[in-house]
C-alpha cells in the first residue's frame, strides 16, 4: 500500500461542474496536506494547504480534511477548460517527510 | 521575481558521461529539494538539503550526487548516468523545513534523456 494514494484518472468533468478529487493516506500521524496543480510539461504550483481538520476555501478551491478518515478532497467549484491538469497530493507524515501522491488528471471538458 | 531556476531545461547524453544539472534560487530559501518525476509514479525525492553544507538523501538517492556550498545554489551530479536515469527531474525550494513552511517552489523542470 503506497503511503499517499490517488485515482490516477483520468476524471473527466463539464464545464461549470463541481470537480471532486480525492487523496487517502495511511501515516495516521501525517500533519499538513497540500495540493499541488501541474499542467502538462511544466512543474507543480501550489493551490492549497491546509492543517486542521474541516474546510477551507480559497476563491474556486475548497480543501477539505477529515483526518479521523485519513483523507484530503479538493473541490473545484465551476470547473473550467484551463482547469485540465494533473492534481498532486502531497502530505507531511509522522516523520516530517513530505510524501507525494501519483496524481489525478482532470480533463474539463468544454 | 521570485524564482527557482534550472539549467539545462533539456539534455540528451550518453552512457557514463559526466553531467551536472544546476539549480538556484533567489529567495534566500534554506532548504532545497531535487525530485524525478517518472509516469505512474509521481515525484520522488533524490537529495534535499536543510542548509548549507547539510545534504541527506531521499527516496531513490542512487546514481546520484549533491552539494550545498552556497545557500543559494544545489546542483546535482550524474557521475555516470545509466538509461534508467532518463526522466524529468525538478529542483524545489522552501523558506525552511517545519510547520508552516512545508511549502515548496519549483523550478521549470530538466528533461534529461540517457541514451
Known amino acids: 500500500q503506497k503511503e499517499v494514494e490517488q485515482n490516477s484518472g483520468p476524471l473527466s468533468v463539464p464545464e461549470g461542474a463541481i470537480a471532486s478529487l480525492n487523496c487517502t493516506y495511511s501515516d495516521r500521524g501525517s500533519q499538513s496536506f497540500f495540493w499541488y496543480r501541474q499542467y502538462s510539461g511544466k512543474s507543480p504550483e501550489l493551490i492549497m494547504f491546509i492543517y486542521s481538520n474541516g474546510d477551507k476555501e480559497d476563491g474556486r478551491f475548497t480543501a477539505q480534511l477529515n483526518k479521523a478518515s485519513q483523507y484530503v478532497s479538493l473541490l473545484i467549484r465551476d470547473s473550467q477548460p484551463s482547469d485540465s491538469a494533473t492534481y498532486l497530493c502531497?502530505?507531511?507524515?509522522?516523520?516530517?517527510?513530505?510524501?507525494w501522491g501519483a496524481g489525478t488528471k482532470l480533463i474539463i471538458k468544454p | 521575481e521570485a524564482q527557482v531556476t534550472q539549467n539545462p531545461r533539456y539534455l540528451i547524453t550518453v552512457t557514463g558521461k559526466k553531467l551536472t544539472v544546476t539549480c538556484s534560487q533567489n529567495m534566500n530559501h534554506e532548504y532545497m529539494s531535487w525530485y524525478r518525476q517518472d509516469p505512474g509514479l509521481g515525484l520522488r525525492q533524490i537529495y534535499y538539503?536543510?542548509?548549507?553544507?547539510?545534504?541527506d538523501k531521499g527516496d531513490v538517492p542512487e546514481g546520484y550526487k549533491v552539494s550545498r556550498k552556497e545557500k543559494r545554489n544545489f546542483p546535482l551530479i550524474l557521475e555516470s548516468p545509466s538509461p534508467n536515469q532518463t526522466s524529468l527531474y525538478f529542483c524545489?525550494?522552501?523558506?525552511?523545513?517545519?510547520?508552516?513552511?512545508?511549502?515548496?517552489?519549483f523550478g521549470p523542470g530538466t528533461r534529461l534523456t540517457v541514451t
Open positions: 502531497a502530505v507531511v507524515n509522522s516523520n516530517y517527510q513530505l510524501i
Open positions: 538539503s536543510m542548509n548549507v553544507e547539510v545534504t
Open positions: 524545489a525550494s522552501s523558506q525552511s523545513w517545519g510547520p508552516s513552511s512545508y511549502e515548496q517552489y
